[in-house]
């Protein structure tokens, strides 16, 4: 989860324009100035570090575990568990960051209190004083100006750590007294939350970069001058009594729901990464990927994209993956042909996919449950169809660059089976996993009824012993051991060896997998078993390999196995500082959005550049969404994106006729705020890329676009053709719809690479985009051909309910006026209740209506019902009732399309024989 903390941007440009693959020391300073901090204090103040990054572990396992509750001890509510987090992530913020000293970043780190401590006493309109707002302003700036070594911690360091947690701890050490006098701050309150702003804007501009602080000082800005604004994004303006309240005193702004999701959530999960890494897994993972996809065309980069594929299970760090992952992959995918810039794009493309991976989703999917308001289990299934296939499409993409430059994989020790051997071997193994799962399925039904309330610990011993007969499994083999990839490379290890050498890596995976799908935990308590498992198997993998190898030597195993678990406990901490103030931040920019009121204007803005048109509207709301995302890690990426442009599609969606459901609009915003990671100028990953490879930036980010075009088209698709995500999709129809999706993504990606079977012809290019875009979207053409809806007139809504079957909609179109009294027209679905006629279902929906001449005036809505949650309102006009027409299989126009695909196969399998030759 890494990305959530940026590269700092100067080092990561300067090493990529020296042209020269950085070495593993200069990487690993990388990562560490990036991820958990670049400082390299003394022993005395590593020591403090540890201990304070260790606690902060263990107070989240606290607060997540059960013990709390069982005990009646250290139970915390929401706000007082918020304030503690954000007090570890600035206290650590401040000591493990220094202070970039380059011009532009002293300019922002002098500039930004200056602007904010004029702003904050222009908004002391109440009378508060404010003699003391310039002296805290001036406190920040001599501690960015007296500098921030990297070998120790100077006392004005410590001065905002100290101050920065303490301002943080506030909301707990005076829950109580602050309780009584929400809405009325007092003085105390004042000092403590302009003290925050600020220390928290100066940690965002040390551990994630400028972008975000400039964000959410500009949404600062607006809100204190909003009658400043031009007349379309104008508001009243706020004071600083209510912009204290609301962005620190309160839970709307900094503690909000995105540090609520941090708190609860993410910290597991990035926790659990950290553990099962440090166990062994991300090499574990690489090493499969190799093992099984190295010996194909271009395996190397088959492989960069199947390990972090498979590491964005357990991370949602594209620049992390970058790093991780690249140092080994990007070498090799060089030395078998490929380009620096092709390499570095191609483990862009797939590390920036791993934040559209269930379940983890760079920590995005945790904010769409509490966003979208939808549980859990439903983000995953609908997050899943586009992820997989656009992993699916990146091998693929790769597949036809070597096959485009006449590229081998990497040899093998033995010949590989023949198919017909390893179709049998696929067969057999894929039985024994679903014979295995439903045992397990239907055994643990078994087990809780049996057991009652000793299963715990009945399914706690049979996991333990699973867990011991695979590492039993992996003792037989041979350590994996991280190859050097500057190496020759002489052979690749066989798949069975390596695969049996690390199974019970998977186990945590599996139980957290579990809790999250089959038994519905919680998010935390699910990410909460996980972690305690990862603890279990830490303290015990050592020893237990080392007696059943019999190495000897077991207070060495005993020793390195706890050792191992302070290093996972501390690296998931130092990883969460960036998330942590990030979160933190993000509220600043959600709380100036939800007191100004700036998305409903924003929503004006882009419907005045759209004219109205849907395509416009969901291409002006893509671009906003790459523009608000440069420089922004993933979870304040989303959560940005999500509160401005989310609203925007709905809103006018809604208008002009496009009603989807609100899970995809955030996918939608999510996918391309995410998709500033890869493009230029800032593409952060890209960056972090051409570091690895020493190939050009610029260039490695437009090839890394190029491969990520598959992305880039999957929001538009899904946002009209919702059964992409699953919803209202049965098994039977899922699984059809995962097929047809994937054969159109790998035409897409065919037919954007300009490889086929052969090198495309201009029309073969068209042809394959016509292919997959009638796979994609079938009921566009079939729309064409016989229209869904029959338009009635408004007079006619009785017999258009009468006709509409039960629990199928109408598609009302209305007018009215909005909350602020604007007219407005909007489409309205309104799903038909039962009854003997239309007016009995439509009363049964919730609507009732009067007739005056030709206009439907809505007379009343019944609360709660159907028609209410459509939208509909009292005094509302009914301009156009539209009924669902009966229409053939959308699903026949494939048809036509396999057609035109085999005709495009014939016209290149002609060319295919003299395009290899020509390629060899």
């Not at 769409?368 to 859990?376: H, L, R, S, T, W």
Request: hydrophobic residues 55%.
């Amino acid at each position: 989860m890494s990305d959530d903390k940026q590269f700092e941007s100067a080092a990561v440009e300067n090493a990529a324009a020296g042209k020269a693959g950085l070495s593993q020391e200069e990487l690993d300073e990388l990562v560490a100035s990036s991820d958990t901090g670049g400082r390299s204090p003394g022993p005395a103040v590593a020591k403090l570090l540890v201990v304070v990054a260790l606690a902060w572990s263990l107070f989240q396992l606290w607060i997540a575990s059960p013990l709390p509750f069982m005990i009646g001890w250290g139970v915390f509510n929401d706000t007082e568990a918020r304030s503690i987090h954000l007090a570890f992530a600035l206290f650590l913020a401040f000591a493990a960051y220094p202070a970039a000293r380059t011009p532009a970043q002293l300019g922002l780190a002098l500039i930004v209190p200056i602007v904010l401590s004029a702003l904050f006493m222009y908004g002391a309109k109440e009378g508060v004083p404010v003699w003391w707002v310039p002296i805290v302003g001036l406190g920040v700036i001599a501690a960015v100006l007296l500098g921030s070594p990297k070998n120790w911690v100077p006392p004005w360091e410590w001065a905002l750590a100290i101050l920065g947690a303490l301002s943080a701890l506030y909301l707990y050490i005076f829950y109580s007294q602050i309780a009584t006098r929400v809405g009325a701050p007092i003085l105390q309150d004042y000092v403590v939350a302009v003290i925050g702003i600020l220390i928290l804007l100066e940690a965002t501009r040390r551990a994630l970069g400028p972008a975000l602080m400039i964000v959410a000082s500009v949404f600062l800005v607006y809100t204190f001058l909003g009658p400043m604004m031009p007349s379309i994004i104008a508001h009243k303006g706020n004071n600083l009594s209510e912009v204290v309240n609301h962005q620190w005193i309160t839970t709307e702004g900094v503690f909000g729901i995105a540090l609520g999701v941090s708190t609860s959530f993410v910290f597991l999960f990035v926790l659990f990464g950290s553990l099962l890494d440090k166990a062994g897994a991300g090499n574990y993972f690489i090493q499969v990927a190799f093992s099984l996809m190295g010996h194909m065309r271009g395996g190397p980069a088959k492989a960069a994209v199947v390990s972090s594929a498979m590491t964005g299970l357990i991370s949602g760090s594209s620049i992390a993956n970058v790093v991780t992952t690249g140092t080994f992959t990007i070498p090799l995918m060089k030395r078998v042909g490929f380009s620096s810039e092709k390499a570095g794009a191609v483990e862009v493309a797939s590390s920036v996919n791993g934040q559209i991976m269930p379940p983890v989703m760079g920590a995005a999917a945790f904010l769409m449950v509490e966003y979208v308001g939808i549980p859990y289990f439903d983000v995953v299934k609908h997050a899943f169809v586009p992820a997989v296939i656009s992993y699916i499409a990146l091998v693929y993409i790769v597949h036809l660059e070597a096959m485009k430059a006449g590229m081998e994989g990497l040899p093998r020790v033995v010949e590989p089976k023949p198919w017909v051997a390893w179709l049998i071997s696929m067969a057999f193994t894929i039985a024994v996993i679903c014979a295995l799962s439903f045992a397990v399925y239907f055994g643990m039904g078994w087990i809780r009824p049996a057991f009652g309330a000793s299963a715990g610990y009945v399914v706690f011993a049979l996991l333990v012993a699973v867990y011991v007969g695979l590492l039993y499994i992996a003792s037989r083999e041979a350590p994996l051991k991280m190859e050097d990839p500057n190496a020759p490379v002489t052979k690749l290890p066989l798949p069975g060896p390596t695969i049996r050498a690390g199974l019970h890596f998977l186990l945590p995976v599996v139980v957290l997998v579990w809790a999250l799908m089959v038994d519905r935990l919680s998010p935390g308590l699910s990410a909460f078993w996980a972690a305690a498992f990862m603890v279990f198997i830490l303290v015990t993998q050592r020893p237990l390999m080392a007696m059943m190898r019999g190495e000897g030597n077991m207070g060495g195993a005993v020793t390195g196995g706890f050792i191992d678990l302070l290093e996972g406990l501390v690296a998931g901490a130092r990883n969460m500082i960036g998330i942590g103030i990030a979160t933190a931040t993000a509220g600043i920019i959600v709380g100036a959005v939800s007191q100004t009121g700036v998305g409903s204007a924003l929503a004006d803005v882009v419907e005045v550049l759209s004219g109205g048109n849907i395509m416009a509207i969901l291409v002006l709301t893509a671009i906003l969404s790459l523009i608000l995302g440069m420089g922004l890690p993933t979870t304040a990426n989303y959560i940005v994106v999500s509160a401005l442009l989310a609203p925007v599609i709905v809103t006018l969606g809604q208008q002009n006729g496009l009603i989807v459901p609100l899970i995809a609009v955030h996918l939608f915003v999510f996918y391309f705020g995410i998709m500033a990671d890869v493009t230029p100028p800032v593409g952060l990953a890209s960056f972090a890329a051409a570091a690895v490879s020493g190939g050009d930036p610029i260039r490695t980010g437009v090839v890394a676009f190029f491969y990520s075009l598959r992305t880039a088209a999957l929001p538009f698709l899904f946002i009209f053709n919702t059964d992409l995500l699953l919803i209202n999709v049965g098994w039977g129809q899922g699984i059809f719809v995962f097929i047809t999706a994937t054969i159109a993504m790998l035409l897409f990606a065919a037919a954007t690479q300009g490889w086929f079977l052969a090198r495309n012809r201009a029309y073969e290019t068209v042809a394959l985009l016509l292919i997959a875009f009638t796979f994609f979207r079938p009921g566009f053409w079939m729309d064409m051909v016989a229209p869904p809806f029959d338009d009635m007139a408004p007079s006619q809504i009785e017999q258009a309910a009468m006709e509409t079957p039960v629990g199928d909609k109408l598609r009302l179109r209305v007018s009215g006026l909005n909350a602020v009294g604007d007219p407005v027209t909007f489409t309205a679905l309104l799903p038909v209740g039962e009854g003997e006629t239309g007016n009995d279902r439509l009363i049964a929906s919730g609507l009732e209506y009067i007739t005056n001449g030709d206009d439907v005036m809505i007379d009343n809505v019944t609360f709660g019902s159907p028609a209410a949650e459509a939208g509909l309102d009292w005094d509302q006009k009914i301009e156009l009732v539209r009924k669902p027409a009966s229409q053939p299989s959308k699903y026949l126009m494939f048809i036509p399309a396999l057609v035109l695909l085999a005709l495009v196969v014939m016209l290149q399998r002609g060319r295919a024989p003299r395009s290899r030759e020509a390629t060899a």
